[in-house]
């Protein structure tokens, strides 16, 4: 079955370095997408692709089957759920998201 | 602001009422996406529309309805929901429907309930 996994809860202290992981079982998938979704507000990308890249404070590792997100310098407003996704198929297969508290 | 609007934010509503959840994207897309967000669960993928015509349905129960009169507008029609049918659901475009894995934009979605 395709599917994503990823963390339910990452906790971090601000000026820290956090890294979401993500793994997928996603047929003909290659591609990693990472999305931020504050309560209220539309997901937002962060970044994607099929090669480690990086967007502001935010970078992604890739692995065929598993990226990771690190945020740089993490501050409490980065409290939010971040979302993985693979695509297989045509279609974006999401993980359950990580929600990343903050603490000051 | 992603250019992508949905209406209404919020609803509540009893299981034996009709409602429309609304879309609305202004960036010329071309492929419109729902999906349902439960607490704790990955966004799940209801249907998929590309040029207006509908091209995917995840085995969606035949209370949600969807309509795209064109490229611009999606809806979601409901009725006689359940009250595990609360969520919130989301709706997403992307230029075209590629398998390469086009970005998708997102609204900010409508939080419904059902009582």
């Known amino acids: 079955k395709d599917q994503v996994f990823q963390p339910s809860t990452v906790a971090s202290s601000e000026g820290a370095v956090v890294e979401i992981f993500c793994n997928h079982s996603v047929s003909n998938a290659y591609n990693f997408f990472w999305y931020l979704h504050f309560p209220g507000c539309a997901p937002r990308l962060l970044v994607k692709g099929s090669k480690p890249s990086q967007q502001g404070r935010y970078n992604m590792t890739y692995e065929r089957f598993s990226s990771s997100l690190l945020i740089l310098q993490v501050r409490e407003a980065d409290a939010a759920v971040y979302y993985c996704?693979?695509?297989?198929?045509?279609?974006?297969?999401f993980g359950q998201g990580t929600e990343l508290s903050v603490k000051p | 602001e992603t250019g992508v609007t949905q209406t209404p934010r919020h609803l509540v509503m009893g299981m034996t009422n009709k409602k429309s959840l609304k879309c609305e994207q202004h960036l010329g897309h071309n492929a419109m996406y729902w999906y349902k967000q439960s607490a704790k669960k990955p966004l799940e993928l209801m249907f998929v529309?590309?040029?207006?015509?509908?091209?995917e349905n995840n085995s969606v129960p035949s209370r949600f309805s969807p309509e795209c009169p064109n490229s611009s507008h999606l809806f979601l029609h409901l009725h006689t929901l359940q009250p595990e049918d609360s969520a919130l659901y989301l709706c997403a475009s992307s230029q075209d429907r590629g398998q390469g894995g086009e970005t998708q934009y997102f609204g900010p979605g409508t939080r419904l309930l059902v009582l």
């Open positions: 529309y590309s040029l207006e015509e509908r091209v």
């Open positions: 996704a693979s695509c297989g198929g045509g279609k974006l297969i």
